[in-house]
């Protein structure tokens, strides 16, 4: 593993110099689980919550949050996203919600933070609109499953 690249040999943070690097297209993809009662999970899926469409909001979230990622963590670059997008797989055994993110860009700097950025802030979303009716919900598995692109090549998550 290379040395730590946001800190400079007296030890302060820094942000990476991305300049001389080669735009190449870097794609990646995270997802977050939200697990919740089965009554919950009933509701979001028959679009019943009062709030309004819990999925669809959180999908707005998700877009808007991963562009906005610079602003939220300090070392992340700014960047003209070219494609996000945001699914939902409802898993009804569990009653969970797993929620994916892909996001796309060509550029010098990966997108890694952006997809899991998307995908946890859609799942807050989730959890935000359905609180008052169901303050048990978890959120977990917020992980990256793939990342193309780039200096250190791909990724790809192996299933279990």
């Known amino acids: ?45 028959n679009s019943k919550v009062p709030k309004g ?14 562009k906005q990622t610079a602003s939220l963590i300090p070392m992340c ?12 797989f409802p898993i009804e055994q569990d009653a969970a919600i797993r929620i994916e993110s892909r996001v796309r860009i060509v550029h010098q700097t990966g997108v890694e933070m952006e997809a899991l ?3 946890t802030v859609a799942a807050l979303t989730v959890y935000d609109m359905c609180k008052a009716m169901d303050k048990a919900m978890v959120i977990s598995d917020v992980l990256l499953l793939e990342k193309t692109g780039g200096k250190s090549g791909s990724f790809r998550r192996q299933e279990g």
């Open 53 to 66: 469409n819990v999925l669809e909001t959180a999908r707005i979230a998700g877009i808007m949050a991963a």
């Open 1 to 45: 593993m290379a040395g730590l690249t946001h800190i400079d040999r007296d030890g302060r943070v820094r942000m990476v110099d991305v300049t001389a690097k080669q735009a190449t297209e870097r794609t990646a993809r995270a997802q977050a689980v939200v697990r919740m009662s089965a009554e919950t999970f009933d509701l979001i899926r």
């Open 77 to 88: 670059h700014p960047l003209n996203l070219t494609h996000v997008r945001v699914d939902f």
């Open 117 to 119: 950025t998307a995908v």
